[in-house]
Every structure is written in C-alpha cells, then in structure tokens.
C-alpha cells in the first residue's frame, strides 16, 4: 500500500458566515469547531496519513470543506471551479499542496463544479447537477475523462 496523503484546511474564524442551503442558520461554536477538526487531523494520523495543514482564511467562511475545490483522483487533481461566488479564490490556495502530489487540471467559469456534488467509484465518476454544479462543467470533465479511460454519470440534484 503506498503512502496516504490528507490535506485539510484549518476552520476560518467567520465560519458562521459559510453558505447553507438545507440547514436552518444556527450559530457555530468556532472554539469548538477548532478543537474538532484536531481530533479529525488526530484521527487521520491514527490511521496513517500524513496530514498537511492548509491556514485557514477570515475571509472564506467555508473554507474547511477543503473536499468541495477538488476532485481527487489516482492520476490527477481536478480543481474545482466553484458555483457559489463567495467560495471561488478557494481551489487556488488548495493548489499548490495538491500539485505537490498530482498533475493538476482546472475546470474554468463558465462551467462550475463543486467537489461535493461528485462521488468517484472504481472508474466512473458521477456528477450531479445542482444550484453549485453546471452541465457545462459536465462536459468539461467529460474531456478530461475521456484521456483516462474514466466514464461519467450526471444526475440532477435539487438547486
């Protein structure tokens, strides 16, 4: 088994702020994100990663949901261009600790993607369209699967 890589990024301190869209607003105990995301970073070093940690930014609130500005796959990275407005500097801090491990390729406006929107399994990766994913995107991963033997499947999310 070869190495395991986890990067993650540190909650912003105006995390309160991040987007939500089928949760009612609640107030977030920040301190107490903190100490939850290093049991999590603990947790990942328990089962053997390497865990790299990203700084977290006041400016992005939802910068912690470092799985939503990547794809990550055995033989690329797939930066993310983001839907909601507000998360779209986020891939490129992202960046260079991925480009460290994999050849990155970038999914451009106007086409956008939000990593939680896609679940990879085995070969296909399944793209669901949403309020932060665009059929354009789509088709823009459907040319960077095509150089890897991959197949994709979209499905259509609630907005």
Same mark, same amino acid.
């Given at each position: 088994?070869?190495?395991?890589?986890?990067?993650?990024?540190? !909650?912003?301190?105006?995390?309160?702020?991040?987007?939500?869209?089928?949760?009612?607003?609640?107030?977030?105990?920040?301190?107490?994100?903190?100490?939850?995301?290093?049991?999590?970073?603990?947790?990942?070093?328990?089962?053997?990663?390497? /865990? /790299?940690?990203?700084?977290?930014? !006041?400016?992005? !609130?939802?910068?912690?949901?470092?799985?939503?500005?990547?794809?990550?796959?055995?033989?690329?990275?797939?930066?993310?261009?983001?839907?909601? !407005?507000?998360?779209?500097?986020?891939?490129?801090?992202?960046?260079?600790?991925?480009?460290?491990?994999?050849?990155?390729?970038?999914?451009?406006?106007?086409?956008?993607?939000?990593?939680?929107?896609?679940?990879?399994?085995?070969?296909?990766?399944?793209?669901?369209?949403?309020?932060?994913?665009?059929?354009?995107?789509? /088709?823009?991963?459907?040319?960077?699967?095509?150089?890897?033997?991959?197949?994709?499947?979209?499905?259509?999310?609630?907005?």
């Amino acid at each position: 088994m070869g190495s395991l890589t986890a990067i993650t990024r540190l !909650p912003s301190p105006s995390m309160d702020s991040a987007v939500r869209t089928f949760v009612a607003h609640e107030r977030i105990d920040v301190a107490k994100v903190l100490l939850q995301h290093a049991s999590y970073r603990a947790a990942l070093e328990a089962a053997g990663a390497s /865990v /790299v940690v990203i700084d977290a930014d !006041p400016g992005s !609130p939802d910068c912690v949901f470092i799985e939503d500005t990547a794809i990550v796959l055995d033989e690329l990275a797939i930066l993310c261009s983001m839907g909601a !407005p507000s998360r779209r500097s986020e891939p490129a801090v992202v960046e260079p600790a991925l480009a460290k491990l994999r050849k990155i390729v970038r999914v451009e406006l106007p086409a956008t993607i939000d990593g939680g929107d896609v679940i990879v399994t085995g070969r296909t990766i399944l793209v669901g369209q949403s309020g932060r994913t665009n059929s354009a995107a789509s /088709v823009h991963t459907d040319s960077i699967q095509a150089t890897m033997s991959c197949s994709r499947r979209s499905s259509f999310a609630p907005p």
